[in-house]
């Protein structure tokens, strides 16, 4: 962290227990907020999706969003999609199901789910920084095929605030990859959503159970409080 506004370390509330967070070692992982996806015309919508659900998130990312600018932590988005000759796309993703319009196919928003289209990129409410880190993934986890083990390495990161889209797909996908690399990933509640309600509260369920098999869920209320509680405790003491 870059800036004594903030405290070092906080402890959040979340389920199934608190968490104590270094934020120096803490990183805000945002999952695929991209216009093919959230706006109508794109992927989530060939599918046959209402992409209204996912607009839920978009506030309380920004919060946390906000936050981490403050604070100096690091923020890194991700981005899925393919490369223009769909050489990093499996056949069987690009025949699966039976949507409007296949990835690679012509859109309102460029060529569905191609890196470098308009609809491949963040939305504006949540657009990066050019200081922050867009990792572009050809899966659904932010590990596979990416530089992302290497970045948190370079960064000593030991901690992930995961949000984005969606719960049960990319950010459930991303979270099971950064247990297994050993990585503490704590999902924000309300910064995720997912077409399906029932997917999105089964999917928090899952990371959750069995005294936190994937990690720990709490909401950007509780994220906000710790640090603002711990801010308040350093001024009276600075005062004292």
């Known amino acids: 962290m870059t800036s004594s506004k903030y405290p070092s370390h906080s402890t959040v ?3 199934p227990g608190p968490i104590d967070l270094d934020w120096s070692k803490t990183a805000l992982v945002i999952i695929d907020m991209q216009r093919d996806f959230m706006e109508p015309g794109g992927f989530g919508e060939t599918l046959g999706n209402d992409v209204s ?3 839920r998130a978009i506030k309380p990312i920004a919060a946390l969003l906000g936050m981490a600018r403050d604070a100096g932590i690091l923020v890194i988005h991700t981005r899925e999609g393919h490369l223009p000759d769909l050489s990093d796309a499996p056949v069987a993703k690009v025949e699966r199901g039976a949507p409007s319009l296949r990835i ?4 309102p928003m460029g060529r569905i ?4 289209e308009a609809g491949h990129d963040i939305i504006p409410q949540l657009y990066p920084l050019d200081s922050e880190i867009v990792i572009d ?3 659904k ?4 095929a990416t530089e992302m083990g290497d970045l948190l390495q370079k960064y000593g990161i030991e901690n992930l605030l995961v949000c984005g889209v969606t719960t049960e797909v ?3 996908t991303t979270v099971r990859e950064a247990n297994d690399r050993g990585y503490r990933c704590v999902v924000v509640s309300d910064g995720c959503a997912s077409y399906f309600p029932e997917f999105h509260e089964m999917g928090l369920k899952m990371i959750k159970a069995q ?3 994937f990690g720990w869920v709490t909401d950007s209320a509780a994220i906000l409080q710790a640090i603002s509680l711990e801010t308040s405790k350093a001024t009276a003491t600075a005062g004292a």
Do not use: W
């Not at 986890?141 to 596979?144: I, P, Q």
């Open 13 to 15: 509330i979340a389920e």
């Open 53 to 55: 659900q996912l607009a």
């Open 104 to 107: 690679g196919d012509p859109g």
């Open 113 to 116: 789910l191609i890196r470098g």
């Open 137 to 139: 993934k050809p899966g």
């Open 141 to 144: 986890g932010a590990f596979y």
């Open 170 to 172: 990319c950010v459930n």
């Open 211 to 213: 005294g936190g098999i």
